[in-house]
């Protein structure tokens, strides 16, 4: 089986595919811009072989690059990155030269908020009323029906960037004066705890793993507020939001995918529908499920693609925790206090790349315990101020 990753290297942690497919029995052929020299050594040596290209933004390299890989050693099984932001491109990749997998006629669905909308309808699901709005005029008459605040955007958008809570028409006026070009959709504003479905399904659409993240801190505002940031894997999902979740699954018919599905949890206890990604959860997340199970789940999607089998017993033995600190905030404490006082809680810590840095914080922190208090004093210490 031939699988080309594209951008192997970013984030630095998806190595861990390469070297689960590898395993598997997998050829697994890179693409991306970095220099082959600077790629770290566990990445090379799952490599077969890795093609540079001067431009990842420039889709006739991409393609270049696939022609080279199919007449060396015939035909690709499967090209993907697992990654928000090549998703499209993956999809055309995939259209061009008949790879299994999504393929540019479905991916609009899950890519744009407004189209997102529908389908989650079409599952029964709640959502937050929504429109896309091209002037002040259209984004004035949507304001006229659900009331301030709203929150605008990118219709076709990563994370929280280029996204804003609008409070007032002074706002409003200064968000259409100095907005992007992209095409942006308004919504209202929801009150709630966000909280997750995420998981892997096989080629067959059927669900091998599945978890969820509970957030304290909404992405937007950590990202407009520069906040830091924390969220755990509870031993104990949610059953309303797994419930949402399948029924999600099956309205999108995913196969032999990653999948990180975001609603709001109401204090009445209503679950209403935010969007869903076609990727793993971001950052350190993809490890967290690791800890929170005992288990490798790069190995176990290296397994679902070669031979379509889940072996790992899924434990749910610990709440898992990511605490995300940010350079400029002035702690009470030192990230030396903090593995000092819980060390024996702490699995991994490690600064952030500059690019999920905004929305996961500069410094990132694992920790797993087996009682949720435990894991909750960490969290109140590692981002006690000053």
Request: glycine share 6%; charged share 30%; aromatic share 14%.
């Amino acid at each position: 089986m031939n699988y080309v990753f594209i951008s192997p290297y970013f984030p630095t942690n998806y190595y861990n595919f390469c070297k689960g497919l590898k395993e598997a029995g997998v050829t697994v052929l890179g693409i991306g811009e970095e220099n082959y020299d600077s790629l770290r050594t566990e990445l090379k040596e799952s490599l077969t072989e890795y093609y540079r290209v001067d431009n990842m933004e420039d889709y006739s390299q991409l393609v270049k690059a696939c022609g080279y890989f199919t007449h060396k050693y015939g035909k690709i099984d499967r090209i993907e990155s697992n990654n928000e932001y090549w998703l499209e491109k993956d999809a055309q990749l995939r259209t061009d030269f008949n790879v299994f997998g999504l393929k540019n006629d479905a991916i609009s669905d899950m890519k744009f908020k407004s189209k997102m909308k529908e389908v989650f309808r079409s599952a029964g699901l709640n959502v937050a009323r929504g429109k896309v709005v091209h002037t002040l005029d259209d984004a004035r008459a949507f304001i006229a029906e659900v009331d301030y605040p709203v929150v605008a955007k990118p219709d076709n958008g990563v994370g929280a960037s280029n996204t804003y809570r609008l409070n007032n028409e002074k706002e409003l006026q200064t968000f259409f004066d100095n907005k992007t070009d992209q095409e942006y959709i308004m919504e209202e504003y929801i009150e709630g705890e966000i909280q997750t479905f995420d998981g892997l399904v096989d080629s067959d659409g059927k669900v091998v793993f599945h978890s969820s993240l509970i957030f304290k801190t909404g992405l937007m505002e950590t990202v407009n507020g520069g906040l830091d940031v924390f969220y755990y894997i509870p031993k104990e999902l949610p059953k309303d939001i797994v419930e949402a979740g399948i029924k999600t699954l099956e309205a999108f018919g995913l196969k032999e995918r990653f999948f990180h599905f975001e609603y709001f949890k109401m204090k009445d206890g209503k679950v209403v529908a935010l969007e869903v990604n076609i990727r793993p959860p971001g950052g350190l997340t993809v490890d967290m499920f690791n800890y929170a199970n005992d288990i490798d789940i790069y190995k176990e999607y290296g397994k679902v693609v070669a031979y379509k089998t889940f072996d790992a017993h899924i434990s749910r033995e610990y709440n898992c925790f990511y605490i995300g600190r940010k350079n400029f905030i002035n702690y009470k404490y030192s990230l030396e206090d903090i593995l000092e006082k819980y060390n024996e809680y702490i699995i991994f810590h490690e600064p952030i790349s500059a690019v999920l840095a905004p929305a996961i914080g500069d410094y990132g922190i694992v920790l797993r315990s087996r009682e949720l208090e435990i894991g909750e004093a960490i969290v109140r210490f590692a981002l006690e101020k000053a």
